[in-house]
Nanobody, 124 residues
Framework: QVQLVESGGGLVQAGDSLRLSCAAS????????MGWFRQAPGKEREFVGA????????SYAESVKGRFTMSRDNAKNTVYLQMNSLRPEDTAVYYC?????????????????WGQGTQVTVSS
């Protein structure tokens, strides 16, 4: 049984930084790509970033490129999302997800397992 648990969310001011973590259990973490998505109130869930199985390849949504960075520690079964220069429009529930293959994708259909989400609120 694969479980993903996000942590690290909170209330911050515009311009601050946060690091989200997603701890995985069950399955073989190091074989799979991982993704981060977010959902703001009244909006659809959207892609934030993805990372391949060994962390050697990442991709990001244009809205976060240059501000957010994904990384992973396969020894700890954990993937991270470092968020810098946060903006009020980054306010959302952030979800991590495990890909169905060894690379990440921007498409929901590419992910089988999802965490419960962690709230990030950025005040202006």
């Amino acid at each position: 049984q694969v479980q993903l648990v996000e942590s690290g969310g909170g209330l911050v001011q515009a311009g601050d930084s946060l690091r989200l973590s997603c701890a995985a259990s069950g399955g073989t973490f190091s074989r799979y790509g991982m993704g981060w998505f977010r959902q703001a109130p009244g909006k659809e869930r959207e892609f934030v970033g993805a990372i391949n199985w060994n962390g050697g390849k990442t991709s990001y949504a244009e809205s976060v490129k240059g501000r957010f960075t994904m990384s992973r520690d396969n020894a700890k079964n954990t993937v991270y999302l470092q968020m810098n220069s946060l903006r009020p429009e980054d306010t959302a529930v952030y979800y991590c997800a495990r890909s169905t293959n060894d690379y990440g994708t921007a498409h929901f259909s590419g992910y089988l397992y999802w965490g419960q989400g962690t709230q990030v609120t950025v005040s202006s």
